[in-house]
């Protein structure tokens, strides 16, 4: 287990997944990221990758072979090296092995970082291709954070006032091709409300805005990320009666749509990077 600390924060990581296990606000007083229960969700802010998602009958196809693979990749499982630590920032690595090999067989070193600067959290994906041939890959986050307050209290908001579709999925996990078109009108905000996950989680892409607030406006509590660059976006809870939080998942890649029937390097969103290249992206955290 990690610790990291500044004026703000004390957020705690582990090397199992890599994966934040606390972010306390100094400031406010209060925990920010969701603790886990087993009996709502025990995840807490899994690292995606080499996929995001679902992929058919947890399925690929590369290279005229087929590959088993879980939803969300294996990252939650695989224990990282910590390759760097300061007392506001770590560098958890992993690499790819014999192990990693049987469900994708790509060489890879994936490192994920958390930086604490000032009023915000960083999170940091670095995906390096040491091979001569290309990698295809997805990668995202899935950090879910409590709620200040029920539900009903809390609304979600943007720096950009614009009209979003919302990408549709199956009961299967895969996506559709339609979209509920203007699932979120111009200028209007998202109040969240008890069944509103149950068809899973509310997913955008070809969106405008780089800031997206989960906020109870009567208190000013809440949580702000900037996941600018990234293509896709999805807000999530289990569909259970007083789910206490809500994940904002950034995202470079999708679970399979229904109709896909093309090997890797065809799947929509998916990332090529070319040998010897390397892919970075970050997202960013403050809590309100």
């Given at each position: 287990?990690?610790?990291?600390?500044n004026?703000?924060?004390?957020?705690?990581a582990k090397?199992e997944?890599?994966?934040?296990?606390?972010i306390n606000?100094k400031?406010?007083?209060?925990?920010c990221?969701?603790?886990?229960d087993?009996?709502?969700?025990?995840?807490?802010?899994?690292?995606?990758?080499?996929?995001?998602?679902?992929c058919?009958?947890?399925q690929?196809?590369?290279?005229?072979?087929?590959?088993?693979?879980?939803?969300?990749?294996?990252?939650?499982?695989?224990?990282?090296?910590?390759?760097?630590?300061?007392?506001?920032?770590?560098?958890?690595?992993?690499?790819?092995?014999?192990?990693?090999?049987?469900?994708?067989?790509?060489?890879?070193?994936?490192s994920?970082?958390y930086?604490?600067?000032a009023?915000?959290?960083?999170?940091?994906?670095?995906?390096?291709?040491?091979?001569?041939h290309?990698?295809?890959?997805?990668?995202?986050g899935?950090p879910?954070?409590?709620?200040?307050?029920?539900?009903?209290k809390?609304v979600?908001?943007?720096?950009?006032k614009?009209?979003?579709?919302?990408?549709l999925?199956?009961?299967n996990?895969?996506?559709r091709?339609?979209?509920?078109?203007?699932?979120?009108?111009?200028?209007?905000?998202l109040?969240?409300?008890?069944?509103i996950?149950k068809?899973?989680a509310?997913?955008?892409?070809?969106?405008?805005?780089?800031?997206?607030r989960?906020?109870?406006?009567?208190?000013?509590r809440?949580?702000?990320?900037?996941?600018?660059?990234?293509?896709y976006?999805?807000?999530w809870?289990?569909?259970?009666?007083?789910?206490?939080?809500?994940c904002?998942?950034?995202?470079?890649?999708?679970?399979?749509?229904?109709?896909?029937?093309?090997?890797?390097?065809e799947?929509?969103?998916?990332?090529k990077?070319?040998?010897?290249?390397?892919?970075?992206?970050?997202y960013?955290v403050?809590?309100?």
């Amino acid at each position: 287990m990690v610790t990291l600390e500044n004026e703000r924060f004390i957020v705690t990581a582990k090397e199992e997944g890599a994966e934040l296990t606390r972010i306390n606000d100094k400031e406010h007083r209060r925990e920010c990221l969701w603790n886990g229960d087993p009996a709502i969700w025990k995840g807490q802010a899994p690292i995606l990758f080499p996929v995001v998602g679902r992929c058919k009958n947890y399925q690929y196809r590369y290279q005229g072979k087929t590959y088993e693979i879980g939803q969300h990749g294996f990252c939650r499982q695989s224990v990282f090296e910590i390759a760097d630590q300061t007392k506001t920032q770590v560098v958890f690595r992993l690499k790819a092995s014999e192990e990693t090999k049987k469900a994708y067989p790509f060489d890879f070193v994936l490192s994920v970082i958390y930086t604490l600067e000032a009023e915000q959290i960083i999170t940091t994906f670095r995906v390096e291709n040491p091979a001569e041939h290309a990698l295809y890959f997805s990668i995202g986050g899935h950090p879910g954070f409590f709620y200040d307050g029920p539900i009903e209290k809390q609304v979600v908001s943007f720096d950009v006032k614009e009209s979003l579709d919302r990408v549709l999925l199956s009961e299967n996990g895969q996506f559709r091709r339609e979209v509920e078109k203007e699932y979120i009108k111009k200028g209007e905000d998202l109040h969240l409300y008890e069944g509103i996950f149950k068809d899973d989680a509310l997913v955008f892409h070809d969106f405008a805005f780089h800031k997206l607030r989960i906020q109870n406006p009567e208190t000013g509590r809440g949580v702000e990320m900037d996941l600018s660059g990234f293509p896709y976006v999805g807000i999530w809870s289990m569909n259970k009666p007083g789910s206490p939080y809500a994940c904002i998942e950034p995202w470079y890649g999708l679970a399979d749509y229904e109709d896909f029937a093309g090997e890797l390097p065809e799947k929509d969103g998916i990332q090529k990077l070319e040998g010897g290249a390397v892919f970075e992206c970050c997202y960013a955290v403050k809590m309100l």
